[in-house]
């Protein structure tokens, strides 16, 4: 038997969820060179940060890239205790450490793809890609292998049409991620990282840590300017 | 080994997602009656049959019952082609026809359980109860007992603290949860079922014809009025 063309096949829909920081970037175009039809999804959750959106709202729009923001900051008034939409102060340091629990939102990430999940089927895409990665494991449980398989067994099931959620990175470290992109030719003054939402990144919060180590690991320098 | 008395255990707190609806009222009563601390929790998703809402806070309100109204209408720009939101006419008949399929909201169960889990977290509770049953079974998928299990299977790792979802009505009929609740003592006045948000009941759409059978079937008079 011939094998069907790769050109008569329909290009395979995504929904990635992409909140302008380099992991979802980073996602976001792997997809895109794979041809697939894309629809970024964007969250506005109170988080002070608030300035990843605007970068990802202008990765989409120079990429012609259909983007949703979805203000779900309502939903702070049941979830409670979270340094990064709260009046608490964002940690620094790595992610290993206690203090980085308390930037824990309580199930966000099943919050989010519950909502990609919809509009998935809405816009009969198969597939929700998300930028959970190795680094999330030891503090987000909801970045973990195993929450990555349950969602998808129960994805599968919740709707009329299957949806597959995809994690590509969520073996990968930061620096690998980085990588992949560097190799891409991406752009990552185009991504913003920093907790903190001030006019300069502000280098010392735990992700902005970790994205200075994965520069130097990949031996580039961080276009991005700190304060 | 002795039994701890009962008095002394902490009484379960459960987070109650509730409609306003005869299933969730009586749901809500029934983890009432075994001392449980309650959270009802209900959404404003932009459904035509709003008035539900109103129904739900009163009861809580006579009842003492903390009630948070969480208003996701944000994401109806998500979630395009259920009849329950946009301006297509409620069907009417019974939910196994084919017609009952627009009633589908995608993904909209995982949604609200996965704020519920949220909210649990937040509050410490154990436990999110939902008032899926059998009947919902044919047209929904997010009422079966895969997706139900499913569910809990994420629900268990997505946060440090487990949360368990329970469904007690998942193979019972509006029927018998209607006598449940009428054996309780129950008054279903107190309840809001009809898909049309009009000043009466329209006793034609699918929900008002399940519960007018139920009412039926039990040999009891709804005390609702209809058109």
């Not at 824990?104 to 959970?132: D, E, F, H, Q, W």
């Not at 597959?164 to 991620?177: C, F, N, Q, R």
């Not at 990144?201 to 991005?224: H, I, M």
Request: aromatic share 8%.
């Amino acid at each position: 038997m011939s094998q069907i063309p790769s050109s008569d096949r329909a290009p395979e829909a995504v929904v990635v969820i992409y909140s302008g920081g380099m992991d979802s970037y980073t996602l976001l175009n792997r997809y895109k060179m794979q041809g697939c039809t894309l629809y970024a999804l964007s969250f506005d959750y109170g988080q002070r940060h608030k300035k990843e959106l605007r970068y990802a709202g202008q990765v989409c729009q120079t990429s012609g890239i259909p983007h949703k923001i979805i203000d779900i900051g309502q939903i702070n008034q049941l979830l409670a205790g979270s340094s990064l939409t709260d009046n608490i102060q964002v940690p620094e340091g790595h992610y290993e450490d206690q203090s980085m629990r308390s930037t824990v939102v309580p199930n966000r990430n099943m919050i989010m793809l519950s909502l990609a999940i919809g509009y998935a089927v809405s816009v009969r895409a198969t597939k929700v890609a998300y930028g959970a990665h190795g680094g999330d494991h030891a503090i987000y449980p909801d970045c973990r292998p195993d929450f990555v398989a349950k969602m998808n067994a129960v994805a599968a099931v919740a709707n009329y049409d299957p949806v597959v959620i995809s994690a590509p990175y969520l073996h990968w470290t930061k620096t690998e991620i980085l990588r992949e992109g560097l190799a891409m030719g991406l752009d990552y003054s185009q991504t913003w990282t920093c907790y903190n939402g001030r006019e300069q990144a502000c280098g010392r919060c735990g992700s902005c840590v970790e994205r200075l180590e994965a520069f130097a690991a990949n031996g580039q320098t961080d276009p991005l300017c700190y304060e």
